[in-house]
């Protein structure tokens, strides 16, 4: 009998676990200098905050959701996303009343969807994501969107695009609204079947159809810009002025919506632009959501933030032909021949790692030879070598492997000899 | 409406997962040393990987688990433990067939398990577990345990205890196996239903049980260790030889048992000894389990693990009356008087961050009293303070809260100038 990995998930072995590692380490020291702090929730939660946060009649709710009733009845549902569950917490610890604000949180961690898997789409994902909540102040926008933007460009990133819009304030959404009503209204039925229950549900989503992206409506559709009143269009103004002055290029583009109502204000994509990086190019997306606190039970509190996905951020490196600078290799290996060797092995390995260095020897019972092999194999920076003449005499040899350089160290000063050594 | 975290979960919140940062830093230097690289498996395995690494016989399986159908009407269940998954992980990526052997895996993230929540008791909870998958050398063992051991005590834990026993070999098992059916048969009516349906499947496991852990014929069942055939002796021997040559102290306890046929051998359990720490006083269980690999596909191959509960080691921390070091507190939060100022902020807080400089501003328009209260809440090393009138002077007031020096710097060399004084 064999066992599998379910699908559309993987299993993330050591090689890929340390770009993985050095991926999160970057995030979470520009979140140490950005000064968001992080915050765990659930895998999963009860089912409605979902179907609120989220939306339930978005695509994730409709269709892609893991949900399932616990022993006890509940229903649950694994996350599909990371920003429902943060502001859940919000409201549930009462942040709103902390003194500090805005409250600025990270997360990393799985986030589940059931769709078709292919090429980077997993039903199993990571999402590192931001949330400031308690800011209506446009610079918070701006350093949102900057704090995007460093994480890729720390890592090397070079080929990136930024998208800006802005959905406006709840007055300019609803006339933008109507508008796009009267638009598509006489010829509604030339749409496709999710784009006609959109019509009067969420006729913004319309924009953002696959289906019909080539129909001639969608290219003369009402702008969003077009219908900010004066206190968006400063805001928006205002969120350009800082990422002007941050030495951060963008593109406006009136077409990147958010379906749901409590999104307003700012809304943000970064896009992969190096060659090759197939059909789903972003990277990252997020924006403003001052309805969403309240939706989940809250106090009327701004909130802006974005996610990105760390699958995508790992193509992305690779289609830029960016390797991150992962250490590889041990300190030292410390190879043993004959049975009282091979046991004060055990001990010195012990006392090496005791002084922070990465050490390792045979479990295998190997001969001088193929312990040597395997030491080659780990990358040992130094081998040290103990045989039975070594003991006797109270040293051990040690050998620098990008040198070739040997030594004879006595056993008493060989911990703190590695340590010299190794600084 | 409001929305609830769901029962028996947590939310991690800053405070807390600055502690779960640091334990983690700890635990994956410690695996660097020690030479145990990172593997991430899935949250969800086929429910059938359970049934079978878990075994069908267990209250994990019988009674705790997160099983779900998916959309595609596959049986899928939330990970209860980590062991099962890594072992197949190991198996479908042919890790057996690696140069480097043992194969030293280390993992870390939530499981779950349908329990009834109590205090330190979670249906989501978090293990660090480690894998040495293809050694059978009793040094292997020792090492396993001593990362253990070195994880609690590098976190500063002292009232530890380290209890250890063999399970023996596959011949051992079975002639111990007899010897306890022999001795539980003429009164296992005395026992509870479960003793009395574990009397034939896993007789073992009745030395386990809680509800009759006082019967007399408990305390007289037959040991293990006279039951350990010559073999078995010899490698629990050298097991010992190795932890007291590691300098790590023990107690031998034969009632230290696992249930399923494919443990074997080492079995061991790290305690701790603080007072006031609750019922549960096992923070660490493990062992070699030299059949796993095969029950789950793969060629015979042994084994050697253990888990640890993040929660259980915080409780620990927490009886022990053990603070973390942790570094609270940002290195300079920029204060702003002024339109013109409150721009000019915000490009020098971003600057400052790309020095690796933690910074702040204000973003809720508050007055220069107030920004001061926020940055002296944020624990700000420095505070620099930028008026209209230093502005016009290209200057900005910067102060050193602990001394309360301060000093007038040019804008053009302010960032060199806090990189030099943070140093």
């Known amino acids: 009998m064999s066992f599998q990995i379910p699908r559309g998930t993987q299993d993330i072995l050591p090689e890929q676990a340390a770009k993985w590692q050095y991926i999160e380490r970057i995030a979470r020291e520009l979140c140490r200098r950005y000064n968001y702090q992080e915050i765990r929730t659930p895998i999963f939660e009860h089912t409605e905050l979902f179907l609120r946060g989220v939306g339930d009649t978005t695509d994730i709710v409709q269709k892609e959701m893991y949900t399932f009733e616990d022993r006890g009845g509940r229903s649950l549902t694994l996350r599909p996303e990371g920003t429902a569950a943060v502001v859940r917490s919000f409201v549930e610890n009462k942040m709103y009343g902390y003194p500090n604000q805005p409250v600025k949180l990270y997360y990393m961690g799985p986030m589940f969807r059931y769709e078709r898997p292919q090429a980077g789409r997993f039903r199993q994902f990571v999402q590192f994501g931001v949330e400031a909540l308690g800011s209506n102040d446009p610079a918070i926008d701006a350093e949102v969107i900057a704090l995007a933007m460093d994480i890729y460009r720390s890592l090397g990133l070079k080929k990136l695009k930024l998208v800006i819009n802005s959905l406006g304030d709840v007055e300019s959404r609803k006339a933008h609204r109507q508008a796009l009503i009267d638009h598509f209204q006489p010829r509604i039925h030339e749409f496709c079947d999710d784009c006609q229950a959109r019509l009067h549900k969420n006729p913004m989503r319309i924009l953002d159809c696959k289906k019909d992206r080539d129909h001639e409506l969608m290219r003369t559709a009402p702008s969003i810009l077009d219908y900010l009143n004066e ?177 004879e160290v006595s056993l008493d000063i060989f911990v703190s000899h590695m340590k010299n050594v190794l600084q």
């Open 231 to 407: 206190q968006s269009r400063t805001y928006f103004e205002k969120v350009q002025m800082y990422l002007q002055k941050l030495g951060i290029a963008f593109e406006v583009d009136p077409r990147l919506v958010r379906g749901l109502d409590y999104y307003n204000h700012t809304a943000f994509e970064i896009m992969s632009e190096a060659e090759g990086f197939g059909a789903i190019t972003t990277l990252c997306g997020g924006g403003r959501y001052n309805g969403l606190v309240q939706e989940i039970g809250g106090p009327e509190t701004p909130g802006i933030g974005f996610a990105l996905s760390i699958e995508r951020l790992l193509a992305a490196l690779e289609a830029e032909g960016i390797s991150l600078p992962i250490s590889e290799g041990i300190d030292c290996y410390v190879v043993a021949l004959g049975e009282q060797a091979k046991e004060e092995a055990v001990a010195l390995v012990a006392a090496l790692r005791q002084e922070g260095i990465a050490a390792e020897k045979d479990y295998q019972d190997r001969k001088v030879k193929a312990q040597l092999k395997a030491a080659d194999r780990l990358h040992a920076a130094y081998v040290a070598i103990l045989g039975e003449d070594e003991l006797q005499k109270g040293v051990i040899n040690v050998k620098h492997m990008a040198t070739g350089e040997q030594q």
